[in-house]
């Protein structure tokens, strides 16, 4: 299941969320943001329009709550070095932006963050994690000696991921590993102590 649903206490109010929230998830994929409307949620998920609008009055709240459950993996698993960590990071990474929900969201969020305030607070917050994340594994490699200087982590994200959104999302090319080998190593270079 690719959202998180909260608990509820009465399981037919979950299973209706869940496949109210799963039809807007199909939905993206397959039309984008344009086509998620209160009908059509509605006829996807097999409830009434009525249900749909009584929990997200507007298009872009079903929006909101849909890339929200999304989750962010990116370094969220330990590792030895910060080279392995972040090659396993950005192989989870181009996985992910091969699917179409992945980049139906990702595309959503980029475009209803520029003129809406909640879904731009949510892709702050989503951004918020990856920084903190790559925060605390540079501040590791840093105290290991795996890496030296002065590493901003923000841009280290910037040079990292930039590259795989446009290879992935615009340019609608797949991503070896050998081109994530590179570009972690390209990026790194400068602040890798040499032996």
């Known amino acids: 299941m690719l959202v998180n649903t909260p608990v509820n206490d009465d399981p037919r109010v979950s299973r209706s969320r869940d496949a109210i929230l799963q039809a807007v998830a199909a939905i993206l994929a397959e039309d984008g943001p344009g086509g998620i409307t209160h009908q059509r949620v509605a006829e996807r998920a097999g409830v009434g329009r009525a249900t749909v609008y009584r929990h997200w009055p507007q298009p872009v709240d079903l929006l909101a709550e849909v890339i929200e459950g999304f989750p962010i993996p990116f370094l969220e698993e330990p590792g030895d070095t ?9 192989r989870r990474l181009a996985d992910d932006l091969s699917v179409p929900i992945m980049r139906a969201v990702i595309s959503s969020l980029v475009e ?4 809406d305030d909640a879904t731009r607070s949510l892709r702050d917050a989503k951004i918020d994690v990856v920084r903190q994340r790559i925060r605390q594994a540079v501040a590791d490699a ?15 994200v910037s ?8 290879r992935i999302l615009l340019e609608d090319r797949p991503v070896s590993d050998r081109f994530i080998d590179e570009l972690i190593d390209d990026t790194l270079a400068r602040f890798t102590p040499q032996s």
């Open 142 to 156: 840093l105290a290991t000696g795996e890496l030296t200087g002065e590493p901003d982590p923000d841009e280290l």
């Open 159 to 166: 040079r990292l991921v930039g590259p795989m959104f446009f």
């Open 82 to 90: 910060l080279r392995g960590r972040l090659q396993v990071a950005m």
């Open 112 to 115: 209803q963050s520029q003129h």
